[in-house]
C-alpha cells in the first residue's frame, strides 16, 4: 500500500505565504512526477504545480511567479511554497503523485486526502 499526506494549509491573509507538504509513504520503488492540484468552491479541480524526479517543473498560469514546488527524493516529499496569496487561492489543495510500487512493473496514481487553504482578511 502507498500512501500520500498533505499538511501545512489554514488561514491567511492576503499577500502572506503558506508552505504545504506532501508525503508518500509505503511499499515504494520510485516515484515520477508529483503533482499539486486544487478545486476551489464551485471550480472544477485544477492543476496548480508539478515536478518530475529529475526537477523539471510545470505551473499553472494563475500561479506563475508566486508558487514555487520543489521536492525532496531522499524523504518522498513534495512541497509547495505560496507567496503573494490572493483570495482566490482559497481552495482544497491536494498532492497526486505517480508511483511505482516494489515488486511491481507498473505505476499508479495516487492521491492525497487533501488540506484545505483559505485566504481571507
Known amino acids: 500500500q502507498v500512501q500520500l499526506v498533505e499538511s501545512g494549509g489554514g488561514l491567511v491573509q492576503p499577500g502572506g505565504s503558506l508552505r504545504l507538504s506532501c508525503a508518500a509513504s509505503?511499499?515504494?520503488?520510485?516515484?515520477?512526477?508529483m503533482d499539486w492540484y486544487r478545486q476551489g468552491p464551485g471550480k472544477e479541480r485544477e492543476l496548480v504545480a508539478g515536478?518530475?524526479?529529475?526537477?523539471?517543473?510545470t505551473y499553472g498560469d494563475s500561479v506563475k511567479g508566486r508558487f514555487t514546488i520543489s521536492r525532496d527524493n531522499a524523504k518522498n516529499t513534495a512541497y509547495l511554497q505560496m507567496n503573494s496569496l490572493k483570495p482566490e487561492d482559497t481552495a482544497v489543495y491536494y498532492c497526486?503523485?505517480?508511483?511505482?510500487?516494489?515488486?511491481?512493473?507498473?505505476?499508479?496514481?495516487?492521491w492525497g486526502q487533501g488540506t484545505q487553504v483559505t485566504v481571507s482578511s
Open positions: 509505503g511499499n515504494i520503488r520510485s516515484i515520477n512526477v
Open positions: 497526486n503523485a505517480e508511483i511505482r510500487p516494489r515488486g511491481t512493473f507498473t505505476s499508479i496514481h495516487c
Open positions: 515536478i518530475s524526479s529529475g526537477g523539471s517543473t
